[in-house]
């Protein structure tokens, strides 16, 4: 089992920023892709920002490019979320996302992280 621990959510004016970090921890895997997603009150879960492997390939969804890096680090298993020039409509419930392999089962599990919550607000 691999677990995923967010920090870094909090309350923050507009304009201001935030980094929220993810953590994995457990026995026998392998990150591989690593992504943020975030729930606005009222609605659906969406994809904010995905990070391959390597740490080359990265993509984001329209509404956060060029505010939003997300980055990882190998030796201590953690992604992390950079946002500046956050806006009302970042306000959501941020989750990690992690495809993890299973050196035991020899394949990929995907895992989820608790929630963050982002509020801003002025």
């Known amino acids: 089992q691999v677990q995923l621990v967010e920090s870094g959510g909090g309350l923050v004016q507009p304009g201001g920023s935030l980094r929220l970090s993810c953590a994995a921890s457990g026995r026998n895997f392998r990150l591989d892709v690593m992504r943020w997603h975030r729930q606005p009150p009222g609605k659906e879960r969406e994809l904010v920002a995905t990070i391959g492997w390597s740490g080359a390939n990265t993509y984001y969804a329209d509404s956060v490019k060029g505010r939003f890096t997300i980055s990882r680090d190998y030796a201590k298993n953690t992604v992390y979320l950079q946002m500046n020039g956050l806006n009302h409509d970042d306000t959501a419930v941020y989750y990690c996302?992690?495809?993890?392999?299973?050196?035991?089962?020899?394949?990929?599990?995907?895992?989820w992280g608790q929630g963050a919550q982002v509020t801003v607000s002025s």
């Open positions: 996302y992690a495809a993890a392999y299973n050196r035991a089962t020899q394949r990929s599990d995907n895992y």
